[in-house]
């Protein structure tokens, strides 16, 4: 935030002041305030930036709405479409911009991928692969806590649910999930498929259990494009295109600092009235593919 020119760090909230207090002196922020509505009363905040647990997320994106506050909500906004609608009314009667804070969509490497499918480098998209996972060895963490939103399929599977649904470009009308749960009710492991109207597939995999890694890869009539480094790129990657039989790699630049395009972006937004690089109806088709594998995971079938 304090590489955009066009923002200034104003105030860190918490629910235990001395933690902002001590947040704010390591960090050198003006401000802290002990409680989050205290934040959202100050009159020198117009943006704020949310990144508490999942399941507090809808409550606090509409209480900093209400407050006429731009709110930066981090992944995954809402888990269920009809709170995404919510969030989109109150929004649009305040007047703010919402964006969910999925940092790879605001990469070069993204924008390359999406045109390279969009312009048929594959031909027709058939299926997209694609995970997150990574060992979770932090005792007590809010991600196993099934009341907050917890759970490896919203932690990490929400980064390829997300992207199947920016390339698939409509909302998912089947799905299928196998989910390992732990005693308090929450997933460490999940595999999951969606069903597009389109007839393309996505196969997704989010994990607590396995090693970091992620996965990209879509195939179509005519080849595959392998994205190596999907969510988080570096400075430079490299996609495979693989047409026929033959293979190329297509070097993309990116960014030296992670976060530093996203934070440019949502103040492009907020203050010259450009499109959020994530709109709300890309966030509502998000949480309708989350919210229908959960229920199929649920299930004894494993359908929904």
Known sequence: MRGDRR?????VASRD??????????????????????LLDRDDVSAVYIPLPNSLHVEWTLKAVEAGKH??????????????DRIAAAAARAGVIVEEGFMYRHEPLTTRVAQLVADGAVGAVRTIVSGFTYAQGRPNDVRLEAALGGGALLDVG?????????????????ARGVARFTPGGVDEEFTGVLGYPTGVTAAIYAGFRA?????????????SLTVPNPFKPGPLE???LERFGE?????????????????AHFAEAVLDGAPATVSLAESRRTAAALAVLHAAARTREGRA
């Open 7 to 11: 923002s200034t760090i104003v105030a």
């Open 17 to 38: 002041r001395a933690r902002a207090e001590a947040h704010a002196r390591e960090w050198e922020i003006p401000h802290a305030v002990g409680t989050y509505q205290g």
């Open 71 to 84: 709110v930066l909500c981090e992944k995954p906004m809402a888990m269920d479409p009809a709170d995404a």
């Open 158 to 174: 929400c980064y390829p649910v997300s992207y199947a649904c920016l390339l698939a470009r409509r909302d998912p009308v089947a």
């Open 211 to 223: 090693a970091y890694g992620t996965w990209l890869q879509v195939m179509g009539s005519e080849g």
């Open 238 to 240: 490299q996609l495979r």
């Open 247 to 263: 293979a190329d790699t297509i070097d993309v630049a990116g960014s030296e600092m992670p976060f530093a395009r996203e934070v």
